[in-house]
């Protein structure tokens, strides 16, 4: 089975504008989470999707958002980008809701550089 | 916010020693989940341990896990230079994991 794969793998912006990033879930996994990793934050939860429904949002501004697809394949969006954006956003797939029940899986991130 | 906190920091050892990875955590979780990650890339899942488990095997790998101390450890034995990587727990809770600062592996050909 394929990975999880992300798309692009590196973005260049600038602050002020908007980004899309895209993920594709192991296939027959239904649920995806997304992470963004700084060094100085280390690892922290944005979202997650199951069946189109987000289900669960860390503690991030209204900026970022998310969406689910009926093909289980999610798209994060960061409006206004400002330089503190800039880290490798990582989203993981798991055969069903939530971590509590079951190995999640991660893609290879994309690499965001706010300037 | 971190789940907790990995001890050590980092860690260099030679090829062929043993390697032992702590992780203390904050919260319950239902599950304690390791993963390795390579200089930036993305996370490789290593090993699952629920919260009624307290040891799990996977190859090299040896996790333990004990939920009156809320801790866990990652045994790597007999390592590799391919083992050189960041190592990382993280607490599987509600529709979440919540991740330790990490601890960065050095193994020394």
């Known amino acids: 089975k394929a990975g999880v794969t992300q798309t692009p793998r590196y973005l260049i912006k600038t602050r002020g504008q908007q980004v899309t990033l895209s993920c594709s879930p192991i296939?027959?996994?239904?649920?995806v989470s997304w992470y963004q990793q700084t060094p100085g934050q280390g690892l922290q939860f944005l979202f997650e999707y199951f069946s189109e429904t987000q289900r669960n949002k860390g503690n991030f501004p209204g900026r970022f958002s998310g969406r689910q697809f009926s093909n289980s394949r999610s798209e994060m969006n960061v409006s206004t980008l400002e330089l503190g954006d800039s880290a490798l956003y990582l989203c993981?797939?798991?055969?069903?809701?939530?971590?509590?029940?079951?190995?999640?899986?991660f893609g290879p991130g994309t690499r965001l550089t706010v300037l | 916010s971190q789940q907790g906190e990995e001890d050590p920091q980092a860690l260099s050892i030679q090829e062929g020693e043993n390697a032992t990875m702590n992780c203390s955590y904050k919260t319950s979780i239902n599950n304690l989940q390791w993963y390795r990650q390579n200089s930036g890339r993305g996370l490789v899942h290593l090993i699952l341990?629920?919260?009624?488990?307290r040891e799990k095997h996977s190859g090299r790998l040896r996790v333990t896990l004990d939920t009156s101390k809320k801790s866990s450890s990652l045994l790597i034995t007999a390592s590799r230079a391919a083992d050189t990587a960041s190592y990382f727990c993280a607490g599987g809770s509600g529709s979440r994991l919540t991740f330790g600062e990490g601890t960065q592996l050095t193994v020394n050909p």
């Open positions: 341990i629920r919260s009624n488990e």
């Open positions: 993981a797939s798991s055969l069903v809701a939530g971590p509590s029940y079951n190995e999640q899986f």
């Open positions: 296939s027959g996994h239904r649920s």
